[in-house]
Each structure stands twice: as C-alpha cells, then as structure tokens.
C-alpha cells in the first residue's frame, strides 16, 4: 500500500482540551474548550505557541475560520451562540464592532466563503445557522459584515457549505438525518440524500466543480447542478466506516474515522492508506494540514512526489501516478527525472491496459510513448512479417496474454490500433525530418493499416491505396490483397505505384477468362478507364494494351483516345499509326470525332484523314469490281 501521507506528532496531552482549529499561512489557531485561544506559528517541522489568549471567550470556542481575502486578516469566531470578528494584528487579535451579528445570537455554526476574482474586489460571504433559519452576510474590505438576507428552514441546520457563486450560488445544508440545496438567490430549497445510519450529516467543498456529502460508508460526488457524477474522473468514494470529517488534498480525500484517517482519491476505488490515530475529531487545512483530538494535534505531511510515483508504478496505479507526476513538473522539481518517469508511466500502463484487454486506453499510452511502431503492432497477431515478428520483444505478462487473443479481442484491438496508427502517420508527416528511420516507419504503418482495414474496415482500403504519399509495402500489400481476394484494389495498389505494366496485364488477364462478366474486373471497362488514366509519356503502354480492346470490343475501343482528360495531350499522328495498323475504320472514326467534336484541326490531321478516305475509297471500289468480274 501507498504511503502516501506521513503523520508528526505537533503537541500531546496538552492542559486544555482541544474544541477547534484552523490554520493559514504559517499559523495555526486552536479553540479549546476553556475559552483560551492559542495561536502557534511553525516553521519546517517545529512548532512554537506564539501568543495565548486566556479569556478570549467565557465558554468553549466551537468553530474559527480565518479570511485572509483582507489585509489585515478577520477572524471568525463562533462561541455560547455568540459570532464575533476579530482583526488579526501582529501580536494580538483585536474585536471588530459588528452590529449586525447581534441578529444571530443563538447560532450553532457558521460556513465562509471568499471570493478573490481577478476582475473584482476581494470579498467574502458567511452564511450562519440560528435555530429553523440561515441568516447570510457579506463583507467587503472596508467594515464589518452586512446582512443581506435571511431564509427560514424546516429543521435546524447541523453541517454547511458554499457551492459556487454569483446567481447560480447554493449552499448545501445537513440536518440531522437529511441533506438539502439552498439555492441562494430564489431561496428555493430541494431536499436531497438522507445521511443513513449516521445522522450527522458530513460535508466537504472540494473544489470549484465539487462538494463531497457523506451517506454512511459513502462520499458521494455532486457536480454544480447538485446531481452525482457519472464519469470515470470521478466517482462515489466508499469508506471502510462512516466519515466524521473529511478533508481535500489535491488529488487525495481523506476521511475521519473511528480508527484514523483512510486515504483515497476521486478516481481510485481502491485504498490508498489507512493512518491509525486516536480518537480523531476535527481537520484544517490551508498550506499544511491538521488534525486533532481532544488533546493531541498531527500535522499530515504529504511525501515526496518523486517516492510516491516511483511506488505507484510499481502497485501499477497509472493513473494517480501520472497525476503526482504533473503536479512534480508543475512544482519545479527535476524535470529531467519527471520526463523519464512519464515515460515509464505510459509505457508501462500501455502495456497493463492492453494485457487488461482495455485497447483503446493502450493505444492511447502508446500514443504518448517513444515505443516503436513495430513494437505496437507486433501485440496483434499475423500483422508483421514473420522476420520482424521475431524480432519484437515484450514483457513475460504480454506474451502470455497475447497466446489467449480471441477473435473478438482482435477486432476490437486492431480498431484502437487504427487509430494509433493513424495518429502516429499523421506525426510522422509533420516531423518527419525528426524522426530517424521515417521512411521505413511509414512502410510498417501504411501496410499494416491496410491489414486492419482488410478485417475491419474494407471499405477503406481504396481509400489508403489513393493516397498519394501511401507507402504500403509492395509485397507484403499484395499477398494480403491477393489472400482476401480483392483484385480490385491490387489495381488501385499497382497504379499508386507507379506498376501500370503489372496492373494491365492482371486486367487483361480477368476481361478474358471465361464468365469474366461476373468478376469484379471482368470487361474491357476497367482497362478501357485505367488508359484513359495514363499520359503521354506512358504512349508505348498505352498503344500495347489497347491492342485487344480494338480486336475484342472495337465499338467501344475509341473511348480510351477521346476522353476528356487525354485527348488533347496524347500524341495523334501515333494514335492514328497505331489504329490503323489494327482497324483503319476505327482511325477514320477517331480522326473524324477529333475535327467534329473536339475541334482538333491541323495540317497533319486533314492530311491523314484524306489518305484514309482515299484508301477507304479505293479498297472499296476494288472490292466492287472484284464482285463484278467474278
């Protein structure tokens, strides 16, 4: 287990008995039972009484809170019903004449709230409990605090806390046995929870977002709309026993209970520690934090940073340790050391996640990690060549989970490893001059992404092979094609690499296989749209592999010389020698559609299409008197 917190012993068996505490700054005051006010300044691990107030109440002082939005500081103190609010001076604490609190005598708690807005002046909010009502006030720099409004109730009030502010700002009431929302400004109040077997009500404002109320064994998280969280960030907390008191250390909770205090977090189920301290009743916490009993005072030390992610990573707790790890970074310490334990943390958990068959969170740990591709891909099966294959190594755990892979695991894997992949491409583009070994990097990832979309997603194989900067791997895309027989998409393959020769000869080859009209590239088509493709420079191809199409398909031959994309650039006057050589009819007919259709007249053109009427003409007239003489 974590340790994550370490408890010192500040004072012990003190004379007087301990009531309440609260701290800021390197201060802190401690209300006793008696009436005396102690205040004590700490410096590292010592702590020294600094001034003691023997009289500053008759009776036991029930609850302080200091603000610290005013220079000086106020006091807050609750005592015999009575509220007061002191100034807090170097050396003394001094009663600041408030009328206005004469309206709460009678009180039996108090909640504060400080506002410390950038875009407006420093105030602060205190909202007091007397009897079957809650009487709110507010304060500004100058003077004491004002009554703004006071809102009766159906009980009296046991525990409070501010939510929020502005019109949207409620304030969460405990009763005994029930918890309801006071919604400050319409004074409108929606019953919630009850507290369960417990009927103290137990409250924690964790932050801005959150309040934490408790429900027997349970702290239950409340967004700002007062409903429940219902994501994984953060979730319901349960306690080994019912909390007396809670207390908030980013990203730790912590909970009094009957043996200690339990340590946990917002995002973990688990228990992070257990401090075993007796008869804990009260916590505060400003830059330090307390807790006491009736005569003993700890001080709880969170420890180093650095200890606790290490530990982390080994009880495998990811999450929680690439949170302290940020916070480390953020609190300058050694950032070298902190990159190299987020490395530590991505890998490992990438790993964790994929042997815990959670894929799309491995992935994305991958993402973050300097893991290479290879290494990645190689978790799933039949997707790397055997050579390369063999060359991957991986922790004990992983090749033990990769012998169980079922189907359904493959699948739902190679969709989160899409997207890794994708990702990852999409990096490599933008710093590809960074990256050693790029060129072969994108060869694993085009031709492994085409294996994935060949089980997954077929569809978007096409799309991949067109990209211009796809760099699939020749041979190994094509056993892969050829295995999930989609002929088709060799073409698309061959034409991205520049194979024209190799992808025409496949085309001739299924146009002239028997029931060809039944195969996906049966016809002379898709030869016929894969010339028209071609340019000038590809001439010689373009004269070669025509050739059947004007013997087999002559009626439709001339559709690969008259597109619209190569009619103007392919070389006519061998066009015209090529058809010829084959079908003189049909280079009549493709002079004849250049100068009627497309407008395409020169000197050359009419002089071939004269030559080819004459012949025309000629072999006609022969043939004629061939038939008369017989």
Same mark, same amino acid.
């Given at each position: 287990m974590l340790e994550a917190f370490t408890t010192h012993e500040l004072l012990s068996n003190i004379p007087v008995q301990i009531e309440s505490i609260c701290t800021y700054e390197d201060r802190l005051l401690v209300g006793t039972k008696q009436g005396t006010l102690l205040v004590y300044k700490f410096e590292d691990d010592k702590i020294d009484l600094f001034l003691t107030l023997r009289g500053f109440s008759k009776k036991a002082i029930n609850q302080i809170s200091v603000t610290t939005v005013f220079s000086p500081y106020q006091l807050v103190s609750l005592s015999d019903g009575t509220l007061n609010v002191y100034i807090i001076q170097q050396s003394s604490i001094q009663l600041l004449q408030c009328d206005g609190l004469a309206k709460a005598r009678g009180s039996t708690l108090f909640s504060l709230h400080q506002s410390t807005a950038a875009d407006e002046q420093p105030s602060a909010q205190l909202a007091v409990a007397c009897k079957r009502k809650v009487i709110l006030y507010h304060w500004l720099k100058k003077g004491p605090p004002q009554e703004v409004k006071e809102i009766n109730l159906y009980d009296v009030p046991k525990a409070m806390v501010f939510h929020g502010q502005g019109y949207s700002q409620k304030i969460y009431i405990g009763f005994k046995g029930k918890y309801c929302q006071l919604h400050v400004s319409s004074e409108q109040v929606k019953d919630m929870l009850c507290t369960g077997r417990q009927l103290e009500a137990t409250m924690l404002w964790v932050d801005k977002e959150t309040v934490a109320i408790c429900k027997d064994e349970w702290s239950i998280l409340l967004a700002e709309d007062g409903k429940p969280y219902q994501d994984e960030f953060k979730s319901n907390i349960k306690w080994c026993d019912c909390p007396t008191a809670l207390l908030y250390c980013k990203p730790y909770i912590a909970a009094v209970i009957n043996k200690g205090i339990e340590v946990k977090t917002i995002q973990l189920v688990d228990p992070i520690q257990v401090i075993e301290l007796p008869k804990v009743k009260l916590v505060a916490r400003d830059k330090r934090m307390f807790v006491a009993s009736a005569s003993h005072l700890w001080e709880l030390k969170m420890n180093d940073l650095v200890y606790q992610v290490d530990k982390l990573i080994t009880l495998?707790?990811?999450? $929680?340790?690439?949170? &302290?790890?940020?916070?480390?970074?953020?609190?300058?310490? *050694?950032?070298?050391?902190?990159?190299?334990?987020?490395?530590?943390?991505?890998?490992?958990?990438?790993?964790?996640?994929?042997?815990?068959?959670?894929?799309?969170?491995?992935?994305?740990?991958?993402?973050?990690?300097?893991?290479?591709?290879?290494?990645?891909?190689? $978790?799933?099966? *039949?997707?790397?060549?055997?050579?390369?294959?063999?060359?991957?190594?991986?922790?004990?755990?992983?090749?033990?989970?990769?012998? %169980?892979?079922?189907?359904?695991? /493959?699948?739902?894997?190679?969709?989160? !490893?899409?997207?890794? &992949?994708?990702?990852?491409?999409?990096?490599?583009?933008?710093?590809?001059?960074?990256?050693?070994?790029?060129?072969?990097?994108?060869?694993?990832?085009?031709?492994?992404?085409?294996?994935?979309?060949?089980?997954?997603?077929?569809?978007?194989?096409?799309?991949? $092979?067109?990209?211009?900067?796809?760099?699939?791997?020749?041979?190994?895309?094509?056993?892969?094609?050829?295995?999930?027989?989609?002929?088709? *998409?060799?073409?698309? $393959?061959?034409?991205?690499?520049?194979?024209?020769?190799?992808?025409?000869?496949?085309?001739?080859?299924?146009?002239?296989?028997?029931?060809?009209?039944?195969?996906?590239?049966?016809?002379?088509?898709?030869?016929?749209?894969?010339?028209?493709?071609?340019?000038?420079?590809? /001439?010689?191809?373009?004269?070669? %592999?025509?050739?059947?199409?004007?013997?087999?398909?002559?009626?439709?031959?001339?559709?690969?010389?008259?597109?619209?994309?190569?009619?103007?650039?392919?070389?006519?006057?061998?066009?015209?020698?090529?058809?010829?050589? !084959?079908?003189?009819?049909?280079?009549?007919?493709?002079?004849?559609?250049?100068?009627?259709?497309?407008?395409?007249?020169?000197?050359?053109?009419?002089?071939? !299409?004269i030559i080819l009427l004459v012949e025309k003409v000629s072999s006609e007239w022969l043939s004629s008197c061939c038939i008369v003489m017989c």
């Open positions: 495998k707790q990811f999450e $929680l340790a690439e949170t &302290l790890n940020k916070m480390s970074h953020e609190r300058g310490g *050694d950032q070298e050391h902190a990159s190299r334990q987020r490395t530590i943390i991505n890998t490992q958990a990438a790993y964790h996640e994929f042997m815990n068959k959670r894929y799309e969170k491995s992935m994305t740990r991958f993402q973050k990690t300097n893991v290479e591709v290879a290494n990645v891909i190689g $978790l799933f099966p *039949d997707l790397l060549s055997k050579k390369m294959q063999d060359k991957q190594v991986y922790p004990p755990e992983i090749v033990e989970a990769r012998k %169980y892979l079922t189907t359904k695991d /493959i699948e739902t894997g190679l969709e989160a !490893l899409e997207k890794y &992949l994708v990702a990852k491409r999409f990096d490599l583009n933008k710093y590809e001059e960074e990256v050693e070994n790029s060129k072969q990097t994108k060869i694993i990832i085009d031709t492994t992404l085409l294996k994935c979309y060949l089980q997954n997603k077929p569809k978007m194989v096409a799309s991949l $092979l067109r990209l211009k900067d796809n760099e699939c791997h020749i041979v190994e895309s094509e056993r892969a094609l050829k295995r999930a027989r989609r002929m088709h *998409d060799i073409i698309i $393959l061959y034409k991205s690499k520049g194979l024209h020769e190799k992808a025409l000869t496949v085309l001739k080859q299924y146009a002239n296989m028997q029931n060809t009209q039944k195969h996906e590239l049966g016809g002379p088509e898709h030869t016929i749209k894969y010339l028209q493709d071609l340019g000038p420079e590809d /001439i010689d191809l373009i004269k070669e %592999y025509s050739k059947w199409v004007i013997e087999k398909h002559p009626d439709r031959c001339l559709d690969i010389f008259t597109d619209p994309s190569t009619v103007h650039t392919l070389p006519k006057e061998q066009v015209v020698q090529h058809l010829k050589s !084959l079908n003189p009819d049909i280079a009549l007919q493709y002079l004849e559609r250049l100068i009627d259709i497309w407008n395409v007249s020169s000197q050359e053109i009419e002089n071939s !299409l």
